[in-house]
């Protein structure tokens, strides 16, 4: 299978895993006695130990990744900072708003692609605000007032920003890495000691019952565990770009899921929102790159375009001829 295919598949996994996180994260609050930032604790505390014991006792060694692993350490400082961000934020701003907010995360992505030039899909000027314009439809009942928390746009921009760090970082850091799974492994032990060290600020409780518990392991492994694991493989196949407009559908995603686990019903105005948002994804992954000058110049080649889009990159014509590599 073409390395782009997987890469495409993997971030719909992390897509779908990370809408999952949202619903666990409404679920445990209303089934147990946990703080949002107490659940945001235990999320890595949880994922961090079962991802070293499946290291543990598989047969293939760790290689060069635990040799070096301060930058997967960043990488799991990092994401820290949007779980937790994320959990501050959405006590401040109502759920529409903090979607919307959020989700400047991929542009953030595409815009810092742009100034480094490297290669961006070619209709990103229509895919984008078509996304946000579904995002917004999507989210925000137009009939109902509310009222915005500052600081609660502050740390969503935070969290934004954090999200787009994470996956710039994670295309450098893992391109190159043979094994993901370790290094994916480091990467959550910095998140876990980073929830750690915010335990005399923040506190700490467990649950009480054996439901508590597994929804906690649900989270860990199905809301954690697996979404990031594929988050961390398919930016090390695809660029941050392409990661970031996958991940752009997450929105309508949570939309589905909250209407089958809270029986949320969902207005005409959010099912057009929601397919504006598809429609922008499905535009976007069609879309051939485009390379400026100024980053083919930096491998010593000077095209005018990368005109290969996802797509076609998995054709078997393209898998039997040249690499389609980005620059």
Same mark, same amino acid.
């Given at each position: 299978?073409?390395?782009?295919?997987?890469?495409?598949?993997?971030?719909?996994?992390?897509?779908?895993?990370?809408?999952?996180?949202?619903?666990?994260?409404?679920?445990?609050?209303?089934?147990?006695?946990?703080?949002?930032?107490?659940?945001?604790?235990?999320?890595?505390?949880?994922?961090?130990?079962?991802?070293?014991?499946?290291?543990?006792?598989?047969?293939?060694?760790?290689?060069?990744?635990?040799?070096?692993?301060?930058?997967?350490?960043?990488?799991?400082?990092?994401?820290?900072?949007?779980?937790?961000?994320?959990?501050?934020?959405?006590?401040?701003?109502?759920?529409? %708003?903090?979607?919307?907010?959020?989700?400047?995360?991929?542009?953030?992505?595409? =815009?810092?692609?742009?100034?480094?030039?490297?290669?961006?899909?070619?209709?990103?000027?229509?895919? =984008?605000?078509?996304?946000?314009?579904?995002?917004?439809?999507?989210? %925000?009942?137009?009939?109902?007032?509310?009222?915005?928390?500052?600081?609660?746009?502050?740390?969503?921009?935070?969290?934004?920003?954090?999200?787009?760090?994470?996956?710039?970082?994670?295309?450098?850091?893992?391109?190159?890495?043979?094994?993901? =799974?370790?290094?994916?492994?480091?990467?959550?032990?910095?998140?876990?000691?980073?929830?750690?060290?915010?335990?005399?600020?923040?506190?700490?409780?467990?649950?009480?019952?054996?439901?508590?518990?597994?929804?906690?392991?649900?989270?860990?492994?199905?809301?954690? =565990?697996?979404? %990031?694991?594929?988050?961390?493989?398919?930016?090390?196949?695809?660029?941050?770009?392409?990661?970031?407009?996958?991940?752009?559908?997450?929105?309508?995603?949570?939309?589905?899921?909250?209407?089958?686990?809270?029986?949320?019903?969902?207005?005409?105005?959010?099912?057009?929102?929601?397919?504006?948002?598809?429609?922008?994804?499905?535009?976007?992954?069609?879309?051939?790159?485009?390379?400026?000058?100024?980053?083919?110049?930096?491998?010593?080649?000077?095209?005018?375009?990368?005109?290969?889009?996802?797509?076609?990159?998995?054709?078997?014509?393209?898998?039997?001829?040249?690499?389609?590599?980005?620059?």
């Amino acid at each position: 299978m073409n390395k782009k295919l997987v890469g495409v598949i993997a971030m719909l996994i992390a897509a779908v895993g990370l809408a999952i996180a949202v619903i666990f994260m409404k679920l445990i609050p209303m089934h147990t006695h946990l703080l949002p930032q107490h659940v945001a604790i235990w999320r890595f505390t949880i994922a961090a130990p079962v991802l070293w014991l499946i290291l543990l006792f598989r047969k293939k060694p760790a290689g060069n990744t635990l040799k070096r692993p301060w930058w997967f350490l960043v990488l799991g400082v990092v994401y820290a900072a949007s779980n937790f961000s994320a959990v501050f934020a959405v006590q401040r701003l109502p759920s529409s %708003i903090y979607v919307i907010i959020f989700f400047i995360y991929p542009s953030l992505v595409i =815009l810092y692609s742009l100034l480094r030039g490297s290669a961006v899909p070619r209709l990103v000027w229509l895919g =984008l605000p078509l996304s946000m314009v579904g995002m917004l439809l999507a989210s %925000i009942d137009f009939s109902s007032a509310f009222v915005v928390d500052p600081l609660g746009v502050l740390i969503t921009v935070v969290n934004a920003c954090s999200v787009a760090t994470y996956m710039i970082l994670s295309e450098k850091v893992f391109t190159n890495v043979d094994d993901k =799974l370790a290094g994916t492994a480091v990467v959550f032990t910095g998140a876990m000691l980073s929830g750690c060290i915010l335990i005399p600020v923040l506190g700490i409780s467990a649950p009480t019952t054996p439901q508590g518990w597994m929804l906690l392991g649900s989270l860990s492994i199905f809301g954690t =565990l697996i979404p %990031i694991l594929a988050l961390n493989y398919g930016l090390s196949l695809l660029t941050a770009a392409r990661g970031a407009i996958i991940i752009a559908g997450q929105p309508v995603v949570n939309i589905l899921l909250g209407m089958l686990v809270f029986k949320e019903k969902l207005t005409f105005q959010q099912w057009i929102g929601g397919g504006l948002v598809i429609l922008a994804v499905i535009l976007l992954n069609r879309s051939p790159d485009r390379v400026s000058i100024k980053g083919a110049a930096r491998g010593g080649k000077y095209p005018a375009r990368e005109e290969k889009s996802l797509l076609e990159a998995g054709s078997p014509k393209e898998s039997m001829g040249c690499t389609g590599k980005h620059l």
